[in-house]
Nanobody
Framework: QVLPVESGGGSVQAGGSLRLSCVVS??????LGWFRQAPGKEREGVAA???????TFYADSVKGRFAISQDARNNVYLQMNNLTSEDSATYYC????????????????WGQGTQVTVAS
């Protein structure tokens, strides 16, 4: 059983930074991603990587501000800088076995989410 567990959300002023962490148990996956969902909006892919490679993938809206990384145990992190109110959402960590890196329906395992609120 693959189980992602997120932490690190919170409230921050616009222009500030947050770092999200995700501990992933189990090993039957080959990609890890961060997604977010704001009230009334669809869940969108923010950043992702394949665990066996070095490539990273980002939504256009976060390029240059967010960075995804992993450690030797395949835990995954999302460093978020220069946050704006548009980044306010519930952020989810997900693990997947196949498909595209930023497509939510291509992920099979999801965490419960962590709230990020950016005050303007």
């Amino acid at each position: 059983q693959v189980l992602p567990v997120e932490s690190g959300g919170g409230s921050v002023q616009a222009g500030g930074s947050l770092r999200l962490s995700c501990v992933v148990s189990g090993d039957f996956y080959n990609k890890l991603g961060w997604f977010r969902q704001a009230p009334g909006k669809e869940r969108e892919g923010v950043a992702a990587l394949f665990t066996g490679g070095s490539s990273t993938f980002y939504a256009d809206s976060v390029k240059g501000r967010f960075a995804i990384s992993q450690d030797a145990r395949n835990n995954v992190y999302l460093q978020m800088n220069n946050l704006t109110s548009e980044d306010s959402a519930t952020y989810y960590c997900a693990a997947g076995r196949y498909g595209a890196p930023l497509i939510a329906t291509d992920y099979q395992y999801w965490g419960q989410g962590t709230q990020v609120t950016v005050a303007s």
